[in-house]
C-alpha cells in the first residue's frame, strides 16, 4: 500500500495522495470522450475514482477536462499533479502544484504538504535549489510535516550534505518514533561520520523488523566489521546470498565471491542495473579493503592505500558510475579524503 498524505478540503473534505517514488512510463495520448452533463466537480471526482482504480490515463484525462471548465480549481489541479508524478512526469507535476500552490484556498497545512510534494518533483528532476526551497518553506508553514523533513535530509543526503541531514532525521523521530526512513538516514550519516557504533546501532534497529531486507544487512555487515565486531553469519542466514545484493553480504563475511567477476558477467549480459552492480560492489569492496588493512597490514593492495597512490583515483573513477545523487559515492569521497590526509 502507498504511504499516503492527506491533502485538501480541510478535516471533512481530505483527499489522499501517493507519495511513492516512481518510474518514467509516460503520459500516453489518451482520446476521451467528454461527458456534456457532467460538471467540473464530478469530473474531478471521476478522475480520483479512476486513479484509485490504478487507471491513471483514465484519470489524467478526467483532470484534464474538469480543469478545461473550472481552470481556477486547486484541488484538481494537485489531483493531476499527483496523478502526473506517479507516471514519472515530474515537469508537468511540478506546474500542476504550482498552479495549485497559487490558487489554494485550504490554508497553510495545505500549502505546507503541496509545497513538499512540489519538492519531490523537483528533486527528482535534480533540482535540488528549488526542492530545498521548498521543504524549507513547506517545514517553516507546518513544522510537524515529518514528510518535508524526511525528504529534505535524504536530499541533502545524496548530494553530500549528510552532515547537515542529521538535525533532521532526528526532527522526523519526534514527530514519528521508529521511523525507519530517519533510523536508516541516522545510520548512514552516522558511518559517513565514522561513528562505527552508532551506526551499527540504528541498522541493527532496523534489522529487527526487516531481517531479509539485504540491503539493511549490507549496511549493517559494513558497519560492524568497520567497529571491529565479531560478525557470524548465521546472524544472516535470511538474506538470500545468491542473489544481488547479497552476494555482497556473503563476500564481506569472507565468502570467495568475486564481486569484480560477478560485474564482468552482469555487463557481458547487458543487465540493466550494471551500475547499481558497480557503485554497490565497488563500495562495499572499497570498504572490506580498509577493514582488512586495519587488522593485516601486509598486502600490497592494502598499502597502496596509505601511499595515496593510483588504487584511490582507480576507485574514484568506479564510483563516478553511482551517478551524482549517490549516497555510496559520497561516502566514498569522503573516506578517500580523509585517507589522503592521514597519509599526505
Known amino acids: 500500500m502507498k504511504k499516503l498524505v492527506a491533502v485538501g478540503l480541510g478535516v471533512a473534505g481530505m483527499i489522499a495522495v501517493g507519495l511513492a517514488v516512481y518510474k518514467f512510463v509516460g503520459v500516453p495520448d489518451v482520446a476521451v470522450r467528454e461527458s456534456a452533463h457532467l460538471s467540473a466537480t464530478e469530473l474531478s471526482d471521476q478522475g480520483l475514482k479512476a486513479y484509485y482504480a490504478h487507471d491513471l490515463e483514465a484519470a489524467i484525462a478526467s483532470y484534464t477536462l474538469s480543469l478545461k471548465r473550472d481552470p481556477n480549481n486547486s484541488l484538481t489541479y494537485l489531483r493531476r499533479g499527483t496523478a502526473l508524478q506517479e507516471q514519472g512526469q515530474f515537469e508537468a507535476a511540478s506546474a500542476d502544484y504550482t498552479q495549485a500552490i497559487k490558487l489554494n484556498t485550504f490554508g497553510t497545512e495545505t500549502e505546507a504538504a503541496l509545497r513538499s510534494m512540489r519538492g519531490h518533483t523537483f528533486a527528482r528532476l535534480g533540482k535540488a535549489k528549488e526542492a530545498l526551497e521548498d521543504y524549507d518553506q513547506s517545514i517553516a508553514l507546518n513544522p510537524v510535516l515529518p514528510k518535508s523533513y524526511r525528504e529534505r535530509a535524504t536530499l541533502k543526503l545524496v548530494t553530500g550534505g549528510i552532515g547537515d541531514a542529521k538535525p533532521d532525521y532526528e526532527a522526523v523521530l519526534k514527530i514519528v518514533p521508529n521511523d525507519r526512513t530517519a533510523q536508516l538516514g541516522l545510520g548512514i550519516v552516522h558511518y559517513w561520520e565514522r561513528d562505527w557504533a552508532k551506526a551499527a546501532a540504528y541498522f541493527a534497529l532496523i534489522r529487527e523488523k526487516s531481517k531479509q531486507d539485504a540491503e539493511i544487512a549490507m549496511w549493517s555487515v559494513l558497519a560492524r566489521l568497520r567497529n571491529n565486531e565479531s560478525v557470524k ?6 538474506i538470500d546470498q545468491n542473489k544481488w545484493p547479497g552476494q555482497i553480504i556473503a563476500h564481506l563475511l569472507g565468502h570467495e ?15 540493466p542495473q550494471i551500475a547499481d552492480y558497480i557503485c554497490r560492489g565497488s563500495f ?42 549517490s549516497i555510496e559515492r559520497v561516502i566514498v569521497q569522503n573516506e578517500i579524503k580523509y585517507l589522503k590526509a592521514q597519509h599526505p
Open 257 to 271: 565471491i568475486s564481486l569484480d567477476k560477478y560485474i564482468e558477467d552482469a555487463a557481458a549480459k547487458n543487465d
Open 233 to 238: 553469519e548465521t546472524e544472516y542466514q535470511d
Open 284 to 325: 562495499a569492496a572499497f570498504a572490506l579493503i580498509q577493514i582488512k588493512q586495519k587488522v593485516e597490514k601486509t598486502a600490497e593492495e592494502y598499502a597502496k592505500i596509505s601511499n595515496g597512490g593510483s588504487y584511490l583515483d582507480s576507485v574514484s573513477g568506479l564510483m563516478e558510475k553511482c551517478g551524482v545523487a
